[in-house]
């Protein structure tokens, strides 16, 4: 059962945008600043992956086929994170996974979302 709330996936051209989202419903802002946050895909045949990371410090890491395309970042009112794809590219074509891990090493996971890229 998923903990997290995603959304925003869709089918896309090559060259477009989409924009993911991910919640954990019911969380407070101190634990939301306390948690890492992190999107992974799993493309058709492929292992999961990880693509983009933000750690409680507030840096981010990115798998390097995305550098420079994607980013992630969060809204702290709405205590939500994001995912910015813009340039998709065919390969990038998958179900995206939001992750997060709390203070104490606990994982949520979300529904995962597709994402599909044409060309």
């Known amino acids: 059962q998923a903990q997290l709330v995603e959304s925003g996936g869709g089918f896309v051209q090559a060259g477009g945008s989409l924009r993911l989202s991910c919640r954990k419903p019911?969380?407070?802002?101190?634990?939301?600043?306390?948690?890492?946050m992190n999107w992974y895909r799993q493309g058709p045949g492929k292992e999961r992956e990880l693509v983009a990371s933000l750690t409680t410090a507030r840096t981010t890491n990115y798998e390097d086929s995305v550098k420079g395309r994607f980013t992630i970042s969060t809204d702290n009112a709405k205590k939500t994170v994001y995912l910015q794809m813009n340039s998709l590219k065919p390969e990038d074509t998958a179900v995206y996974y939001c992750?997060?891990?709390?203070?104490?090493?606990?994982?949520?996971w979300g529904q995962g979302t597709q994402v599909t890229v044409s060309s």
């Open positions: 992750n997060m891990i709390d203070s104490r090493g606990l994982h949520y």
């Open positions: 019911g969380m407070i802002l101190s634990t939301f600043w306390s948690t890492t």
